[in-house]
């Protein structure tokens, strides 16, 4: 493996997350905020690692006994590409050595905030992600992407009409021993993750998106009986690289906005932390 392909921090870490096989558990939290990180420590007993690195903070601790880590991704699919792609190859570099196999298996969760596409999915409200529609065309970059979903794909691409300049839609499902463990209780859905915030989720600021009425034509589209729910900005890069990899993936999302009602719940740190605990214990249980 060359050092400009797998590229190690000087102490043998991941570069970009620093974790490497010792540090990383094999049950992780995701959150956008790294900020937010830091409600862990609130909930873990206790805590044995931590790093800082650009928006990447990492925390390795125990919670009844059960490790897990949580790490903070930052904003967008591009850095899930480098999220996934490193803790994946953590598993398999120890003493800052790569090991060609590895019998390790990730859970990974997010928690993340989102904008509802549905009105009747009220602000405060939670969404589990039993599928996500990924507008990034992420995934499309990898030759071993096999298109789990065809006729997923097909029948959202007839929906949509969309423009061919525009990155081509793939389509994922999530854990569903994730989703029956720790969002049994919320709405599920089918999760879009756009490419961007403004003009890639139908906002006009000076700029007009070049899709016309995109957040109708996705609410008014469904899947197995599953319509979409709500808007993001990284859940079909985390399903896409668990689906290839061979780990169990879900997204959890506060909702924060509901687009149709044009309606923001300012304030969602509360019902944040309360989300972290009860994200944390029910991870910890599967």
């Not at 896409?240 to 906005?257: D, P």
């Not at 149709?260 to 719940?265: K, R, V």
Request: glycine share 10%; aromatic share 8%; with cysteine.
């Amino acid at each position: 493996m060359k050092a400009s392909e797998l590229v190690l921090a000087p102490d043998g870490k991941l570069y970009h997350i620093h974790l490497d096989s010792s540090t990383l558990a094999d049950k992780v939290l995701l959150v956008g905020d790294p900020g937010r990180v830091d409600m862990f420590k609130e909930v873990f007993d206790s805590v044995e690692y931590e790093s800082h690195n650009r928006e990447l903070h990492a925390l390795t601790g125990r919670y009844h006994g059960v490790r897990l880590t949580a790490l903070s991704t930052g904003m967008g699919c591009d850095n899930i590409d480098i999220v996934m792609t490193e803790l994946d190859a953590a598993l398999r570099v120890e003493n800052g050595e790569w090991r060609e196999e590895s019998d390790r298996h990730l859970q990974v969760v997010r928690i993340g905030t989102s904008g509802s596409l549905q009105a009747d999915i009220a602000c405060g409200s939670t969404v589990a992600s039993r599928y996500a529609i990924g507008l990034d065309g992420l995934m499309n970059y990898y030759r071993e992407w096999d298109r789990p979903l065809p006729a997923m794909e097909q029948a959202f691409a007839d929906h949509m009409r969309l423009d061919g300049r525009l990155a081509a839609p793939y389509c994922v499902k999530g854990s569903d021993l994730l989703l029956s463990a720790v969002g049994f209780d919320m709405h599920h859905g089918i999760t879009a993750t756009a490419p961007g915030f403004y003009g890639p989720q139908g906002r006009t600021i000076r700029l007009h998106p070049s899709i016309g009425q995109l957040n109708e034509k996705l609410a008014a589209f469904s899947y197995d009986g599953t319509p979409v729910t709500n808007f993001e900005m990284e859940t079909s890069a985390i399903f896409g690289f668990s689906h290839l990899l061979g780990h169990e993936a879900l997204t959890v999302c506060l909702i924060i906005a509901n687009r149709p009602l044009g309606t923001f719940l300012n304030d969602y740190h509360t019902p944040m932390r309360r989300l972290v605990g009860t994200v944390t214990e029910r991870l910890a249980a599967v």
